[in-house]
């Protein structure tokens, strides 16, 4: 069972347009969301992430939404470039729960166009 | 931050063998974790390496497929026993402190492919 949906699979954006990821969770108890960006045959690397206390976070051009009546959470690229073009994850973690017991969405593959 | 350097970056082995990847973390941290990333699907957290002791398993996960040490606070291993085309994926060492930020690093990955 999948603790956290992912979607789409899969997207392409032209450049300077916005690309936006979203994901659901039904567990209640997760309590930080990270997104994170992983370029081909490199590990994972944290990009941002969030705490239900607050429903929104922006550092530079990505910004995570967050709707905890909804249990939606999402991943918006302002003005997308070629070089983001990469695999973003969603993950959650369980508040209480050690620091690496991370439940990943299946990812989604960015395409930006240039 | 934290670096995180693992060995081998990608292997080819026959079934039935067993490979050891090492994880070598460049600061000390109090935590390190394996993860799985099968091709085109999420990351599983396999396990917890526990320093000194027997690492925490996942449901799913058991010792004598994957057995681990961690001997001191910035070294592991993950050994994949007896291995079959099921177990070609990527495996991943992360690491991170316990605190305020919770950041979890990872390696770059160790490719692996069963023939």
């Known amino acids: 069972q999948q603790q956290v949906k992912q979607s789409p699979q899969s997207l392409i954006v032209q450049k300077g347009g916005i690309s936006i990821i979203n994901c659901a969770y039904e567990?209640?108890?997760?309590?930080?969301f990270p997104w994170y960006q992983q370029f081909p045959g490199k590990g994972p690397a944290l990009l941002i992430a969030i705490r239900p206390d607050v429903s929104e976070k922006k550092e530079g051009r990505f910004t995570i939404s967050f709707n905890k009546s909804a249990k939606q959470f999402s991943l918006h690229i302002m003005d997308s470039q070629p070089g983001d073009s990469a695999t973003y994850f969603c993950a959650a973690r369980l508040r209480g729960s050690t620091l690496g017991r991370l439940y990943f969405g299946r990812g989604t593959q960015l395409t930006v166009w240039p | 931050s934290a670096v995180i350097s693992q060995k081998p970056s990608r292997d080819i082995c026959q079934r039935g063998t067993s490979l050891t990847i090492q994880c070598q973390v460049d600061s000390q941290v109090t935590m390190m974790f394996w993860y799985r990333q099968q091709p085109g699907q999420s990351l599983t957290l396999i396990a917890t390496?526990?320093?000194?002791?027997?690492?925490?398993?996942e449901s799913g996960f058991v010792i004598d497929k994957f057995p681990i040490s961690r001997p001191n606070l910035t070294f592991s291993t993950l050994t994949v026993s007896n291995m079959s085309p099921e177990d070609s994926s990527i495996y991943l060492c992360?690491?991170?402190?316990?605190?305020?930020?919770?950041?979890?690093?990872f390696g770059e990955g160790s490719r692996l492919t069963v023939l």
């Open positions: 992360s690491a991170g402190t316990s605190g305020n930020t919770g950041e979890l690093f």
């Open positions: 390496a526990n320093q000194g002791s027997e690492a925490t398993y």
């Open positions: 567990n209640t108890a997760f309590d930080y």
